[in-house]
């Protein structure tokens, strides 16, 4: 009984996965090497990759391999989901950051953006954290499901690895009631198994 049983089908294999991050880290590159001196390079002046845990964790680690300026790496929790497919309102941040990011350039890294409640609330508490843009990277946007708008701090940049159909999906970091994050590509897992 292999976890991949429960996949109805792949949406973004491990091989499109990577090719896409390859070409998210070089943008990052580029949009963030005018803020940042190489020759004089202090945590001072590199981006802050802000990972929303726990989906991002893989997206995250694979991103920042392939990113060559310096960056600061931070985590930060939002809890808006039970262990269903829906969101359940508006998210609480659970897990607050380590670094201070006053006049910092923070680059928010999400597993998907979905109603948008989610990234509207981070943006809101970064914001308030006096950060100095605010970027979002984010593996998968579902488009469709938007009742959110969000608005990006700054010059801030919006990064999008693909754009998500209208189906809920795990693997690559997104889970289903804990499960399936270890999956390494994106698909669609089986209706019968949560409906
Ligand atoms: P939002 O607040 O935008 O509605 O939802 C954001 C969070 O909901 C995501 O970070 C993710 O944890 C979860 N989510 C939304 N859509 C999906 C999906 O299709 N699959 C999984 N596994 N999680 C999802
Ligand atoms: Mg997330
Ligand atoms: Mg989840």
Known sequence: ?????????VLFSEEQISERVSELASQIDFDFTTTTTT???????????????TGAFLFLADLVRKIKIPVVVDFIR?????????????????????IDIQ????????DIVDTGNTLSCLIAHLKSKGA????VCTLLDKPARRRVNFELVGKGKYYCGFKCP?????????DFAELYRNLPYVGVLKPELYK
Do not use: C, Q, W
């Open 103 to 110: 006049g910092k350039h923070v680059i928010l890294v999400e």
């Open 78 to 98: 939002a809890e808006s989901y039970g262990s269903g497919t829906e969101s359940n309102g508006a998210p609480r941040i659970s897990f607050d950051l380590k």
């Open 39 to 53: 020759t004089t390079t202090t945590s001072l002046s590199a981006p802050v990759i802000v990972g929303v845990a």
């Open 1 to 9: 009984m292999a976890l991949d049983d429960d996949i109805e089908s």
């Open 132 to 135: 100095s843009s605010i970027s």
């Open 166 to 174: 209208d189906y809920f999906v795990v693997g690559y970091g997104l």
